[in-house]
T-cell receptor, first 110, second 113 residues
Framework: RKEVEQDPGPFNVPEGATVAFNCTYS??????FFWYRQDCRKEPKLLMS???SGNEDGRFTAQLNRASQYISLLIRDSKLSDSATYLCVVNNLNTDKLIFGTGTRLQVFP | GAVVSQHPSWVICKSGTSVKIECRSL??????MFWYRQFPKQSLMLMATSNEGSKATYEQGVEKDKFLINHASLTLSTLTVTSAHPEDSSFYIC?????????FGPGTRLTVT
């Protein structure tokens, strides 16, 4: 079983739609959680950290459920520029290394 | 935010040759740098962790004699792919960490013919 699992998608949504991605992690020692965005043939870029209390940054909302070991990302009012792959990333407390999911691909169409 | 550069951004080489990739933290000192590899439609896989002035720590399954890592200073780490084969063709991404966050370089696309 992969340490971080995501639905690879693709999610094809129209502009203005709300879309949600989920991610599960298997290692309970995971301490920090992130969503990264990766455009085709580019490096991943930090979108937002995920906190237990949930956090919001503009149209993006991230939630963490430690009991169920899943993380979510909600994107409201999707823009064409949101088209990318969204990577769920966890930091293992024991190894202090980032573990990446395979990513969920989002395609927003006009 | 902090900037990490990689050079070259892409390289094509013949099978059997060696390729060196440089990773630099431009505006901060990085005691720890990471090297990742990403195959198409797959996740980033950590290859090794390098600390300045000491030997790199390789992940299971990564050949240390094939992927030579040198972290000579707080701002420079290099990855040398020795005796490259077509299956080594991939996207290699370095990352550098300061006290707060891990920053990624733009990646190097290696194609071995």
């Amino acid at each position: 079983r992969k340490e971080v699992e995501q639905d690879p998608g693709p999610f094809n949504v129209p502009e203005g739609a709300t879309v949600a991605f989920n991610c599960t992690y298997s290692n309970s020692a995971s301490q920090s959680f992130f969503w990264y965005r990766q455009d085709c043939r580019k490096e991943p870029k930090l979108l937002m950290s995920v906190y237990s209390s949930g956090n919001e940054d503009g149209r993006f909302t991230a939630q963490l459920n430690r009991a169920s070991q899943y993380i979510s990302l909600l994107i409201r009012d999707s823009k064409l520029s949101d088209s990318a792959t969204y990577l769920c990333v966890v930091n293992n407390l024991n190894t202090d290394k980032l573990i990446f999911g395979t990513g969920t691909r989002l395609q927003v169409f006009p | 935010g902090a900037v990490v550069s990689q050079h070259p951004s892409w390289v094509i080489c013949k099978s059997g040759t060696s390729v060196k990739i440089e990773c630099r933290s431009l505006d901060f000192q990085a005691t720890t740098m990471f090297w990742y590899r990403q195959f198409p439609k797959q996740s980033l896989m950590l290859m090794a962790t390098s600390n300045e002035g000491s030997k790199a720590t390789y992940e299971q399954g990564v050949e240390k004699d094939k992927f030579l890592i040198n972290h000579a200073s707080l701002t420079l780490s290099t990855l040398t792919v020795t005796s490259a084969h077509p299956e080594d063709s991939s996207f290699y991404i370095c990352s550098a960490r300061d006290h707060y966050e891990q920053y990624f370089g733009p990646g190097t696309r290696l194609t071995v013919t």
